[in-house]
């Protein structure tokens, strides 16, 4: 049943075309198909989402300078966003703590204005 079909296309030299099986039309619904191709690709938009989030905490080093200092980095349509986070180098302890409870908004999900906000208070536009 699962055997490919043989079509002799020229009898004189014997070469034969070989057809892969097709299964009957009622066992296999065109429908389907469609459904699946469509829930994979909705899981792998998905996936992509988990994979890179909206915003996320990381360090930098400006110029030549050999100190490293934290930023938000966080994505606008196709464009990629960096604001600064003050308090110092990352071995300052309030710009450690800074970056840790955005990391923490991050983590649990926060929405990016919740976080846009918290970190306008950090860098001293929110009085």
């Known amino acids: 049943m699962n055997k490919p079909m043989e079509i002799e296309l020229n009898s004189d030299r014997g070469t034969q075309l070989e057809l892969p099986f097709v299964p009957d039309s009622d066992q296999v619904s065109g429908t389907e198909s ?10 792998r938009y998905l996936d992509r989402a ?34 600064h986070i003050r308090g110092g180098s990352t071995m300052s302890e309030l710009a450690t703590y800074r970056a840790n409870k955005l990391q923490e908004m991050i983590d649990r999900g926060a929405e990016l204005a919740e976080i846009l906000a918290a970190l306008k208070m950090f860098n001293g536009g929110g009085k």
């Open 34 to 43: 469609v459904h699946d191709k469509k829930r994979a690709a909705i899981q």
């Open 50 to 83: 988990q994979k890179d989030p909206v915003s996320h905490i990381e360090t930098y080093s400006p110029g030549k300078r050999h100190t490293e200092y934290y930023r938000l980095v966080y994505r606008v349509g196709k464009k990629l966003k960096h604001i």
